[in-house]
Structures are given as structure tokens and as C-alpha cells.
């Protein structure tokens, strides 16, 4: 098969382009870098022709609903357009665990988007896959990675997964046929998302303070009381945070975007 992946150059992305070639697939990565932008939909004939399936991991970060969701309406409806042309018989996008329960304003871009992706195999003719998962380990990179003197800490309940695994299970549902809505991916353990940001800044060696965010009114108290966990059984993934730890201590696992 020949499997596309948006957003395929990012933490997620990447592991996904390594899961499709390990199942003897070829991936196709439609990023800038590699002349496709989604959000006009220039290079998006040219990149999928020939595809079987995409696979949707691309990411635009904002707390703004308006931005959230006009990102990934342009994004979705172009890679679903351009799929329609090239034949495209699969599309496969990755949202997240509570995005229906936490009415954060990224979490309703991405709402949005799970909602043309699921309709799309009567809209568009493209049947599609929506896979939620849970905040990845690499979170807690990424919130030291924005620099400054001190490091937010969302304060949230969360149970998170490696962004490998979910890199592999995105590839396993490209694969297959569509189903929809996907059983829930998470991690195999629940922690205080401010726990694993200091264990992260103590592992590194690093001199910051990590200040705990409240998240105001409804958004805060579904973070911290369970909104962003599992609510049914599902595929756990295998690596722990004091894994991914090490992984990190040793130089093989980057930060970078979590969900």
C-alpha cells in the first residue's frame, strides 16, 4: 500500500512514516518541507496520487476555538478533497482522549475535525477512521521547550501514552479497513501532568521552576477530575513514563508536540 502521512516530519508524524515502512508500506510524508501545505491545499494532487490511504496527524497549537477550528476544517477538507480526486480509499486521523468531555478551545478544532472525517464516507466518498489517544510522554518535553525562565504545568489528570505507539497503531488502522470511531488509545499508567513535567526538568539536570496552570471554570475542573482519561476498554499502550525517561536520559526519544 501506499500510505500518506500529514504532518509526517512532527513527534507523532515521524513515527508513523517508520511504522508504515515496517509494514512494508510505502509512505508518502506531506508536510511543507516536501512542498504540500494543507491549509490552501497546494501539492496535495501531486502528493497523493497513487495513495491507498492517509493518515491525518497534523497539528496547529492554540488555545483560540476560532483558529482551532478553522485550521483543521481547511486542513481536513482539503486532504479529503484531494483524496476524493486521487481515489484514496481510507482516511485516518488522530484526535484525542475527552476532546468531547473538556470544552477547551483547541479541544473544539479538533471536534471538528473527527466530525467531517466521520461523515466523509457519505459527504465526500472517502470512509474514514478517527483513532483518540491520550496526552503523549512527550508532553512534558514540550512545555520545557517553550523556553524561558519557568515551565507551566497544566494542572490535568492524565494517563499517557508514548507517541511510538500511537505512531504504530495510526499505521495498523491505515492498513485495515475504515471503522469510524476507534476503541481509545492510552498510556498504561495515570499521573499528575505537573508530576512528569518536574520528574522530566530533575532527569535533565535542568534549573526551572515549574508553576502549576489552573485551567479556569468548566475546562479546569474536567481536566484535573478525569476528562482527558479513558471512559472504556481499549488498546493500553506498553511504555512507561519512567521508560520514555530513560529513552530521553539516553538521547533516543525527542520532545515535541503532545496532544
Not at 85 to 114: F, M, P, T
Request: charged share 15%; glycine share 16%.
Amino acid at each position: 500500500m501506499r500510505i500518506a502521512v500529514a504532518g509526517g516530519t512532527g513527534v507523532v508524524g515521524r513515527h508513523v512514516v517508520e511504522a508504515v515502512r515496517a509494514a512494508g508500506h510505502d509512505p508518502v510524508v506531506l508536510a511543507r518541507s516536501t512542498g504540500v501545505d494543507l491549509a490552501t491545499g497546494a501539492g496535495l494532487d501531486r502528493a497523493l496520487a497513487g495513495v491507498d490511504a492517509v493518515v491525518d496527524v497534523s497539528n496547529r497549537m492554540t488555545v483560540s476555538r476560532a483558529r482551532a477550528v478553522a485550521f483543521f476544517e481547511a486542513a481536513t477538507g482539503n486532504l479529503l478533497a484531494a483524496g476524493k480526486r486521487a481515489g484514496v480509499a481510507h482516511h485516518v486521523a488522530l484526535s484525542i482522549v475527552g476532546v468531547d468531555r473538556v470544552g477547551y478551545g483547541y479541544y473544539q478544532g479538533k471536534l471538528r475535525q473527527e466530525a467531517l472525517v466521520l461523515a466523509a464516507g457519505e459527504s465526500v466518498g472517502v470512509p474514514g477512521s478517527v483513532l483518540r489517544a491520550t496526552q503523549f510522554h512527550e508532553f512534558a518535553a514540550q512545555m520545557l521547550e517553550r523556553g524561558g525562565p519557568f515551565a507551566v504545568a497544566p494542572r490535568m489528570l492524565t494517563q499517557p501514552v508514548a507517541a511510538r505507539e500511537v505512531g504504530v497503531a495510526l499505521a495498523a488502522l491505515a492498513a485495515g479497513e475504515p471503522v469510524g470511531l476507534a476503541p481509545e488509545l492510552a498510556g498504561p499508567e495515570q499521573h499528575q501532568m505537573g508530576d512528569l513535567i518536574r520528574r522530566l526538568v530533575r532527569a535533565r539536570g535542568l534549573r526551572r521552576l515549574v508553576v502549576p496552570l489552573w485551567m479556569p471554570g468548566a475546562v479546569g475542573k474536567a481536566m484535573t477530575g478525569g476528562g482527558l482519561l479513558p471512559t472504556g476498554p481499549g488498546p493500553r499502550g506498553s511504555q512507561t513514563f519512567d521508560q520514555w525517561l530513560a529513552d530521553d536520559a539516553a538521547g533516543s526519544v525527542s520532545g515535541g508536540a503532545g496532544s
